[in-house]
């Protein structure tokens, strides 16, 4: 069978225009497939949410897996996920053996209010995909979350349990599962919790601002989950891509997040001691435990947001971190960016 494929030219300020874009026409035979399966041949992998929290590291975890393509960079025209043939095209003309989609409408409380892009980012755009890269044969990458779950009972969520979402943001992300179930075998969903990291805006960042300008921070503590580092979810994400080439893969849903469980309050009391600890801030300001109901938020939260890791651990041969150890890197890595 004859295909193109088209083949971005991965210099900084080429853009991904006609004119950049060389149609090569090559026999995509078995011998190819099987290339590829022996790892002699370099993977192509497309990219969507370069620009998020996650998306930032993945790509140098992917970098070195093979060929990234990601809309939004090096002269690559950002693809609007709202926009479902412009994610059909940019995936037919990538030609990828991969698609990772870290991309996500991720305001949780805006969702509420802004239901119609919410729903066209989180549920509509994973099928499209998925049912794109059906045809082009490849594998889906795809990340989901702890608010699909109402947040009853105590224990860590197992993937086998019923979502049951509470907020709009959770009932678009639980859409843009069912999905890509419906279109694709070959997906990999992996649900995480309470992500950070370094690069954009999150809770662990905001306390430490915070804890610079006030003596006394509210905090809430009867909200119980796992904060997950996105290097975590980059670098497990890499080694299942790593293990596609030895054989039949463990395609599904899975709980990816770092190890043990805690609060709000008590995460923010573990980052603000060890930025204190590394000179980020000069105290550790008071910190109020206080309930969900003395914090009302636009959107209604989980209070039980734990997802059990045994069964990502158990497949992939992984030794998820204890969230711990991930925040105390994340808090020396902003003292050293800082130096
Ligand atoms: N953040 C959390 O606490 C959390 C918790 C559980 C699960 N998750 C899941 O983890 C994954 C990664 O989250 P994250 O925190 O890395 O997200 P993030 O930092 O908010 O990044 C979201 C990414 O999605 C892109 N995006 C949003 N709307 C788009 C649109 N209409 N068209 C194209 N791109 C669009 C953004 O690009 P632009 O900047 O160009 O818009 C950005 O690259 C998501 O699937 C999220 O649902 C996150």
Redesign the pocket.
Known sequence: MIVLIAVATHIAGVGWSSDSVKMLAVEKCTEDRRALQNGTQKLKILL????????FDLYPELAVLGDVIVP?WHGIP?????DARAVEQMIERAEADIVVN?????AVDKAESDQAVAHA?NAVAPGVMARQVNKSGGVLFH????YVFDGAGQLPHLEEEQPRPLNVYGLT?RGGEIAIQKELARHYIFR????YSPH?K?FPKTMIELARERDSLNIVCDQFGVPTH?RLLAGATAHVIRGLSAGPSNWGLYHLTASGETNWHAFAKYVLEVAAAEGLISRVPHLKAISSAQYPQIAKRPQNSRLSNSKFQNVFGLVLPHWTVEAGHFVQTLAMIKK
């Open positions: 969507f949410g370069g620009t998020g929290q996650l998306g939004g950002r693809v609007d996920l709202t870290a991309a996500a409408y991720t980012v990340y989901s979350t702890d992300k995480t919790s309470w992500v954009g999150n996105t």
